[in-house]
């Protein structure tokens, strides 16, 4: 969507904070022994109680309120009562929902407790990498210099992006135009950011994979490669500067 009054921009304020607030808070609670649906209940009620509504479970009846990935799973996993978490497990949340009209989505992956399989340069780098690439984002900039900015960066570390995942627009949806904000330089996109847009921002940062596969479960992601992946997502407002950041109180990056 594109902000064109100040109450469009509180709307889209407050579905932020709802989402950002439910990832830390699902981050923080999340801990070795707990299962992933009872981590997702934990986060729907929170939404609930900012009267918010999970945006898969709405959009796609998506089966569970958040996406949680583990492991070797890249995203879209589905919460179960036998995914039991594990200490040194990489770990992806994903939280998207509609409060009052407007939508918003942030995403994380972070290691459980002691990182016993060095999954931490991973994810510090796709956090670094989201950084970069909101701080470069502003009205005119050409979309596909971002997805340039974002593969270099994952090379620099070590790692290889994702090719057939990618950010999107938001705002009065989940998924709106632009659609397709890679992680890779597409030259053939032409399109640029406009100011005053709504978008969601994220990373797709891997160890071994350049695509993401579905499971038989119709959801769950992995690598065509297999390896891990991380991901960081942040939905912003464009403006001619600085990007506002309206998930920011999730700390991800």
């Known amino acids: 969507m594109s902000i064109t009054k100040e109450s469009e921009l509180f709307g889209m304020q407050r579905a932020g904070e709802a989402v950002a607030y439910t990832l830390k808070a699902m981050i923080d ?4 022994g707990m ?6 209940e934990f986060g729907a009620r929170i939404l609930s109680g900012f009267g918010a509504r999970s945006a898969p479970h709405l959009t796609y009846k998506f089966p569970g309120w958040t996406c949680i990935s583990v492991g070797n799973e890249f995203c879209h996993g589905i919460p179960s009562n036998t995914r039991i978490l594990k200490e040194g497990d990489l770990v992806n949340i994903d939280v998207s929902a509609e409060l009052n009209g407007f939508w ?10 002691s990182d ?31 997805g340039h900015l974002m593969e270099t960066e994952a090379r620099k570390h070590g790692y290889k992006v994702i090719k057939n995942l990618g950010g999107h627009g938001i705002g009065r949806g989940l998924h709106e135009e632009p659609a ?4 890779y330089k597409n030259r053939f996109d032409q399109r640029r950011f406009k100011k005053n847009s709504v978008v969601a921002i994220e990373t797709f940062i891997s160890t071994s994979s350049t695509f993401a596969v579905e499971l038989n479960d119709g959801w769950t992601m992995v690598g065509n490669k297999g390896g891990h992946m991380a ?8 403006t001619g500067g600085e990007p506002i950041i309206l998930t920011e109180i999730n700390g991800i990056s």
């Open 35 to 40: 299962s992933t649906k009872e981590l997702d």
């Open 116 to 146: 016993l399989h060095q999954h931490q340069p991973l994810v510090d780098a796709s956090k670094d990498i989201l950084r970069n690439a909101i701080s470069n984002i502003k009205g005119g900039v050409k979309i596909a210099d971002i």
């Open 29 to 32: 609670h999340a801990q070795p």
């Open 180 to 183: 397709d904000l890679l992680n």
């Open 231 to 238: 991901q960081h997502e942040h939905t912003i407002v464009v």
């Open 104 to 113: 918003a989505d942030n995403g994380g992956s972070f290691v459980l407790g």
